[in-house]
């Protein structure tokens, strides 16, 4: 069974940025696929970011271009950090980091892509 870890959550302000961090357990035979999802209070759970099994792929919301930029510290995606800058309040919620062994990028931005989640780190951006 594949573990998912976030960090990195917290309270800031407004302008303010985070790094969120998630780690995924090793033994793993290819790379992963690894993504982050939030949901704010009372809202569906939503895509912000990507990045695809090849570590260099990586895909945004529209919301989050320009502020956010996913990275991985290693090969095999185990390790994947989302930057987050210059935040709005737009920005509150719960932050999923979710991992997948599948290399198809069809429907890198769904759900359903992904077989192993975490169990989230808040982030609230305070006015």
């Known amino acids: 069974q594949v573990q998912v870890v976030e960090s990195g959550g917290g309270l800031v302000q407004i302008g303010a940025s985070l790094r969120l961090s998630c780690t995924t357990s090793?033994?793993?035979?290819?790379?992963?696929?690894v993504a982050w999802f939030r949901q704010a209070p009372g809202k569906d759970r939503e895509f912000v970011s990507a990045?695809?099994?090849?570590?260099?792929?990586?895909?945004y919301t529209d919301s989050v271009k320009g502020r956010f930029t996913i990275s991985s510290a290693n090969t095999k995606n185990t390790e994947v950090h989302l930057q987050m800058n210059d935040l709005k309040p737009e920005d509150t919620g719960v932050y999923y980091c979710?991992?997948?062994?599948?290399?198809?990028?069809?429907?890198?931005?769904?759900?359903?892509?992904?077989?192993?989640w975490g169990q989230g780190t808040q982030v609230t951006v305070s006015s």
């Open positions: 979710a991992a997948t062994l599948a290399q198809s990028r069809q429907n890198i931005r769904r759900e359903l892509n992904y077989d192993s």
């Open positions: 090793e033994h793993a035979y290819s790379p992963y696929a």
């Open positions: 990045i695809a099994s090849d570590g260099r792929t990586v895909y």
